[in-house]
């Protein structure tokens, strides 16, 4: 009877939240725990019980599941919006589930945040859980990677199916002592990944030995294929592996299949592979699984693209917290082949945290933006300056570089000094300020 | 005549842009037309500790300042002899713990026992957002040596206890031991803070302050700034000052 109340209660909650313009993804989650800490114990679960974690490409990977599950006849939940706490979770579940205590689904699939998934699995074990990567990711809240490895590491149940993305040496880790079944995933080498180590920031060393681990190539940051010199650690091979992959035409082959890709950044090489080791996991077939791929229902995130006087501005979001993906997003730039003038700039380092840090300018390899194809670089925001030093590191010509400090300068500036196609790369604080002028050079 | 700089464990303890801190000290010199050479080295390898005139050391995860640790005693003596000769060593973050009697963990780790602090690792969080356990934030801090304001970041889970030679001075939340308003530490030309990352970068004027002390050592002529560095902390100072 209790149980009854409680999940109604946390229906009603979420539905007057989601009335009063608010998410209804979270608060009916926190109340319903407040009633009964253990409510999660006291509900039957679908069979396939799935998590996604890692430091990026979490939330893709569990709509991309969502899409290959229903699309194959399995019916599924799983947390859109992105909420991915505790109390989002018991939202999930509760808000899905019967009044008598019956998450009638064929899967529950869950984005999870690594830090909280340990005050999950407390109530129940996940059938099948993936794990994408171990990054530095929001390092005020998460520390380093070691500790968000230790969190993962201790929250994981022992008959838990993994599904690793061993490229990561971190996420290799989880291999040592799992007593429950693993799959392993990751992708061949292709004109993303380098020899040298430029910026191999983290797991250097082999976990067992602790000797330095060597690598056949990277694909950024610490991901890549390595090995141990004294054979006690190894990328090895792989149950599914990405090959062929062309990310500029968007096509990759796993198991001899060919997979178009929803679109051209090397990111969704790791989810869709992830998604297609997942999927394996829990017994679809390969065709299950790559006509859903291949079909034209797949939603991408579209690409923000703007006419500004003429010519065409594409925006991205500038991934403060984690400096591989900022990393990526320049990777991403400096491959597209067209002159290209880049604006680069925030005011905040991050939206969940206050707290500015700017170590991570350090971390990442601006030197690569020393490109023929770079027309210009334009530096705004609070910490423009910073940029500037940042980029003299890197050697960038200044010459090349336009320092913005006030943003009613910018139209001006890009349209007499610069030239090629325009690629913004800001945080959320400055994106909705370049909409503005973007918006007002339109209306002239 | 070139200056010889040591990036120890460059590939341990590298947790937060440290790598930023010998870039720094390298241009700054190339600025003042002097030559300089930068060695990266880390666990095993041979080193001559006679060779250099300034050690670099940066911060890392628990797990590996302990791997470090196990290390560093290897060269207690050379490094002891390094620092009673005067020469220079610039630690960041919790680096500073490898030098002190010993750090507490779940268990006591003996650590190089050069300087009389300890160290205990913290295990309740002080930050609200924080889903581990540490002390993260900004620091406007004061120093000694200069009469410029140091500003940097925090991101730790470290106390060091028993240190009467603090290299700044702030408020309580972000101190050494979270009592005092003692903030890293100094003995000779050894500068210790738990700012972490780019922290001679953002701090032009402690960067002169020691960058020119080491040159005046050797007869060698430092007189010129990092106009852009200079800028970049007015600014900030300007944009952030509470």
């Known amino acids: ?444 | 005549m070139m200056i010889n700089i040591l990036h120890l464990y460059y590939d341990l303890l590298n947790l937060y842009g440290e790598n930023a801190n010998t870039r720094c000290i390298k241009r700054c010199l190339e600025l003042n037309k002097i030559k300089v050479n930068i060695d990266l080295k880390s666990i095993n390898d041979k080193i001559d500790f006679n060779k250099y005139d300034l050690i670099y050391i940066g911060s890392g995860s628990e797990e590996d300042l302990l791997l470090a640790l196990d290390d560093i005693k290897k060269r207690r003596t050379d490094l002891k002899k390094y620092i009673e000769n005067n020469k220079y060593l610039i630690l960041t973050g919790n680096a500073m713990d490898l030098f002190g009697k010993y750090i507490e963990t779940d268990k006591k780790i003996d650590a190089l026992d050069i300087f009389d602090y300890y160290t205990k690792f913290i295990n309740e969080s002080t930050f609200e957002n924080a889903s581990t356990d540490r002390i993260v934030g900004e620091i406007n801090a004061k120093c000694n040596l200069i009469k410029e304001e140091i500003i940097g970041f925090q991101n730790r889970c470290d106390l060091n206890i028993n240190i009467k030679t603090p290299l700044f001075k702030l408020g309580n939340i972000f101190s050494n031991d979270l009592e005092s308003e003692n903030e890293g530490f100094t003995y000779k030309n050894v500068y210790a803070t738990h700012i972490i990352g780019p922290l001679l970068i953002r701090n032009p004027y402690l960067t002169d302050y020691i960058l020119s002390n080491m040159c005046k050592d050797k007869k060698l002529n430092y007189t010129k700034s990092d106009e852009l560095s200079i800028k970049a902390y007015n600014k900030y100072l300007e944009n952030f000052s509470k």
Request: hydrophobic residues 35%.
């Open chain 1, 1 to 444: 009877m209790w149980r009854f109340f409680v999940i109604l209660t946390c229906k009603l909650i979420n539905k007057i939240s989601k009335i009063t313009g608010h998410e209804g993804s979270v608060i009916g989650g926190y109340y319903a725990l407040k009633l009964d800490k253990n409510i999660l114990n006291k509900i039957h679960l679908p069979k396939y019980v799935i998590g996604i974690t890692g430091s990026s490409g979490k939330s893709s990977s569990s709509e991309l599941m969502y899409n290959i599950l229903t699309q194959n006849g399995y019916t599924a939940v799983y947390n859109k919006e992105g909420s991915n706490t505790i109390n989002a979770i018991t939202s999930l579940i509760l808000n899905n589930s019967t009044l008598t205590g019956k998450l009638k689904k064929d899967a529950l699939i869950m984005e999870l945040d690594e830090g909280f998934m340990k005050y999950i699995f407390k109530y129940f074990s996940p059938t099948h859980l993936m794990i994408t990567n171990i990054t530095r990711d929001q390092p005020p809240r998460n520390s380093h990677p070691s500790k968000i490895f230790e969190c993962i590491k201790n929250a994981i149940p022992d008959n838990t199916h993994l599904i690793l993305n061993v490229d990561d040496p971190f996420v290799n880790r989880l291999k040592i002592n799992h007593k429950g079944q693993i799959t392993t995933y990751g992708i061949d080498k292709n004109n993303y990944s380098y020899k040298n180590n430029i910026n191999n920031l983290d797991a250097a060393y082999c976990p067992i030995c602790h000797t330095k681990l060597e690598y056949d190539f990277y694909h950024y940051g610490h991901i890549g294929s390595y090995h141990c010199p004294n054979n006690d650690f190894e990328r090895g091979k792989l149950d599914y592996e990405a090959k062929n992959i062309d990310v500029d035409n968007q096509l990759i082959e796993i198991n001899n299949n060919k997979i178009n890709l929803p679109s051209n950044f090397l990111y969704t090489v790791y989810f869709v592979t992830g998604c297609f080791a997942l999927s394996k996991s829990i017994g679809l077939k390969d065709e299950d699984i790559t006509n859903v791929l291949n079909s034209e229902n797949i939603k991408t995130k579209r690409l923000e693209i703007y006419d500004f006087d003429n010519r065409k501005w594409q925006m991205l979001v500038s991934k403060n917290e984690n400096n591989l993906s900022y990393k990526q997003s320049l990777d991403y730039l400096i491959h597209q082949n067209v002159e290209k003038t880049i604006i680069l700039g925030f005011d905040n380092s991050s939206r969940r945290y206050t707290e500015n840090d700017i170590s991570w300018i350090w971390d990442i390899d601006f030197e690569e933006l020393n490109d023929s194809k770079v027309n210009k670089i334009i530096l705004i925001g609070k910490f423009c300056n910073d940029l500037l030093l940042r980029m003299t590191y890197a050697g960038i010509n200044k010459d090349k570089i336009i320092l913005v400090e006030d943003l009613n300068d910018l139209s001006e500036k890009i349209k007499k000094e610069t030239k090629g196609k325009i690629y913004s790369m800001t945080c959320f604080d400055k994106e909705i300020e370049l909409k503005k002028i973007i918006a007002g050079e339109n209306d002239d």
